[in-house]
């Protein structure tokens, strides 16, 4: 045999290899986590501009604080991912990190409300620094869950089945988000006080990040508990890697330059998107308690209640974007650039509009 054939054969015998099919209890104990990991997100983005300015800080300094979910992020991501591909332990290569920051991830959750509720004073360096501290290892537990709960598919679920566990896990992460951003309002609904003394944050607030604690702790220990990894050499076996042929792999710079022109493209529009974003985030709540309930005071009912609002604001924005996924799902590939400049376009109106808008319920066309 040459080597042409014997390339060919070994091509040949990879291609029939295939991860086994899960069953679909397997299948919920990989993506499920999510559920817990969106709603820490999620409260983060919609609750920590209200938070910190309840905390006394100046609305104008606000930024610097959300600096560091991305700063965090953009650094915490890259590394989980690559020392996890090189971690192989009893307990699996992804679970170790889920297993370490699950735990310390519930624990800041309910830490982080608690900022001001430890005589620091209000607008105190040290309440604030407490708060920013928390935030930081909020965000970068998050990213230590997040990561392992996305590179187990890749490492466990079959092409048959990886559509569905994909679909799975953006159900549960959408679901997370949905219910956390709306908690404090179905609090306060509920007859929950959502009014705290000077410097403090309301119960409403507190308790949905103590439901999101618990939710993130049980997932992440379900997850650990349920889902047995594939050790290092049934693992090759399934994904065609041969040990001599493991550190072949191209570097990040290699990668980016063989990058097609659709990723750069791509890359240019998120990155103004994301000036977008983060405005949003970190300015909606005093916009809304401004120009709606005519209250700048973080410790009013007026601006707890705008807080409660863009809760339920967010909560509506992850339905439109689960609605508008499917419009361009069903799109033809043609069509797709269209769908994500209206998107865009209209997303730029919705965020000029809360400026003009004084009328609760009108925000929700925002």
């Known amino acids: 045999m040459n080597d042409t054939d014997r390339t060919h054969k070994e091509n040949k015998l990879e ?3 295939t991860l086994p099919y899960l069953k679909k209890a397997v299948i919920f104990s990989i993506t499920f986590g999510f559920f817990g990991v969106n709603m820490a997100f999620a409260l983060q983005s919609a609750m920590m501009g209200r938070i910190f300015q309840t905390l006394g800080a100046n609305p104008n300094n606000l930024g610097w604080f959300f600096i560091l979910p991305p700063l965090v992020g953009m650094i915490v991501q890259p590394l989980i991912g690559y020392y ?3 971690t192989w332990t009893r307990f699996g290569r992804r679970m170790p990190y889920l297993l370490i920051a699950g735990p310390i991830g519930a624990i800041v959750l309910v830490l982080l409300p608690n900022a001001g509720s430890f005589n620091f004073g209000y607008a105190s360096l040290m309440a604030l620094s407490f708060g920013a501290v928390m935030t930081l290892l909020m965000d970068l537990t998050s990213n230590a869950c997040m990561q392992p709960y996305k590179m187990i598919i890749g490492d466990m679920v ?3 089945q990886r559509d569905m566990a994909w679909s799975w896990q953006q159900i549960f992460s959408n679901l997370g988000g ?8 179905l609090l306060t609904m509920l007859g929950m006080s959502n009014v ?3 410097g403090e944050v309301p119960m409403t607030v507190k308790l949905a990040y103590y439901i999101a604690a618990a939710v993130l702790l049980i997932a992440s220990i379900w997850t650990v508990i349920s889902v047995r990894e594939y050790e290092p050499k049934t693992y090759n076996y399934y994904h065609g890697i041969n040990e001599n042929n493991r550190n072949n792999k191209l570097s990040l710079l290699q990668l ?3 990058a097609p022109k659709q990723f750069w493209q791509i890359s240019v529009v998120q990155f103004f998107n994301w000036f977008a974003l983060m405005y949003l985030w970190t300015y909606s709540t005093g916009a809304i308690a401004k120009n709606v309930w005519n209250v700048t005071d973080p410790s009013s009912a007026g601006y707890q209640a705008a807080g409660n609002w863009y809760g339920v604001l967010y909560c509506i924005q992850f339905l439109s974007s689960v609605i508008f996924g499917f419009v361009i799902a069903r799109s033809k590939p043609s069509q797709r650039k ?8 209209f997303g730029g109106i919705g965020l000029i509009s809360i400026f003009f808008i004084h009328n609760q319920w009108l925000l929700i066309t925002c």
């Open 84 to 86: 996890s591909d090189r």
């Open 178 to 185: 949905i219910i956390a951003t709306v908690l404090p309002f």
């Open 256 to 258: 980016l330059k063989k």
């Open 338 to 345: 269209f769908w994500y400049s209206f998107g865009l376009l």
């Open 15 to 17: 291609q029939d290899i």
């Open 158 to 160: 079959n092409e048959k």
């Open 196 to 198: 705290a003394p000077k």
